[in-house]
């Protein structure tokens, strides 16, 4: 056996232990919509998840849609709902999967920010502000306008504030998103994105609003998403840890997580006419463009393509030097600070 095959084994070996000790947590999971892929994350080893539980609807559907939700985790057996920081290691240690649920666009507000209290109640914790266009609050990261947060939308970032849901600026226009961290007065997400700085798209993040989400005490959680790593259709692990490599030289190893961004219309979930079928509905709804979002297939990073997998990023960050405390933080211990500074 040669010595980088020695290593490689060392390595393997401490990976494994390391990923069963710690909490790893992914940021952004739309994949869950479709619920019996829940099963695929408690597999893979996750501790918790962040379903897309609403957003681009209005207000009596995504009632309806947190009431299927709530009906579900009891009756499932081996889910929590994450309401504190607190349950993400007690589901861990009851080996159940976290769920944290997510809003992606502020759509289910409408005008009326009682709504916000609602929610609350019913269990959401993190709101992203847009998706993609423009809404009441401001306008989302593919808007030629890039106008920043609407008056409207200032309410809206202080009352999540007070009702200690989390910020998300994911898929939100920049100038909106520099807003944003500015009228918050708690930590500011990106729950899912990638830095223009390893490459270019409008979907991606500048540098200046990484700063100021780390700035903020947040974090931001790189994307597998493939057309946001790169312009490889197939993006290797490396690739995808090239971004989170970039965040953590920029900001600090504190102020980055994971928000992989799994999601129905994958390879490995569904064929190539279903993905295409996906696709369109998306492109005829306006709410993604050719240009940021080409057609199908999308495949994942190579081997973490699903979640079943997620444990495989480990040894691709430990062989980038990162060590095994820089990995604890990145799996999750980064996101659990933030929810227990936003949440209690």
Not at 119 to 127: D, H, I, K, P, S
Not at 211 to 235: E, L, T
């Amino acid at each position: 056996m040669s010595t980088t095959e020695a290593a490689d084994l060392y390595r393997d070996a401490i990976s494994i232990d390391l990923f069963r000790d710690a909490i790893s947590i992914d940021a952004c999971c739309p994949l869950l919509r479709t619920r019996p892929f829940v099963d695929w994350f408690l597999a893979g080893g996750i501790t918790a998840a962040a379903p897309t539980v609403g957003g681009t609807d209005n207000a009596e559907t995504t009632l309806r849609i947190l009431g299927g939700w709530l009906r579900f985790i009891r009756e499932h057996g081996k889910l929590r709902h994450v309401l504190q920081a607190a349950d993400i290691p007690a589901a861990k240690a009851a080996g159940e999967l976290g769920l944290i649920f997510h809003f992606q666009g502020t759509d289910p507000i409408e005008d009326d920010l009682d709504l916000v209290e609602a929610y609350a109640v019913l269990g959401v914790r993190v709101v992203q502000l847009c998706y993609n266009v423009k809404n009441r609050v401001g306008d989302g990261a593919e808007e030629a306008s890039d106008g920043g947060l609407s008056t409207f939308g200032r309410r809206v970032v202080r009352k999540l504030n007070e009702a200690r849901i989390i910020v998300d600026c994911a898929h939100t226009g920049h100038r909106t998103s520099m807003d944003a961290v500015a009228h918050s007065s708690a930590p500011v997400i990106v729950s899912h994105g990638n830095p223009k700085g390893v490459f270019e798209c409008d979907r991606n993040v500048a540098d200046e609003l990484i700063k100021a989400i780390a700035g903020s005490g947040g974090v931001m959680g790189a994307c597998g998403y493939p057309y946001f790593i790169g312009r490889d259709q197939r993006p290797t692990l490396d690739a995808y840890i090239d971004h989170i490599a970039y965040i953590a030289d920029l900001v600090g190893i504190d102020h980055v997580g994971i928000g992989v961004d799994y999601y129905e219309g994958m390879e490995g979930v569904a064929d190539l006419g279903e993905a295409k079928r996906l696709y369109d509905i998306r492109l005829a709804r306006g709410i993604w463009q050719p240009k940021t979002y080409p057609p199908p297939p999308y495949v994942y990073p190579a081997g973490i393509e699903t979640p079943k997998t997620f444990g495989a990023v480990v040894p691709g960050l430990l062989r980038r030097g990162f060590s095994a405390e820089d990995v604890r933080k990145l799996l999750g211990g980064n996101w659990l600070r933030v929810y227990g500074q936003v949440w209690g």
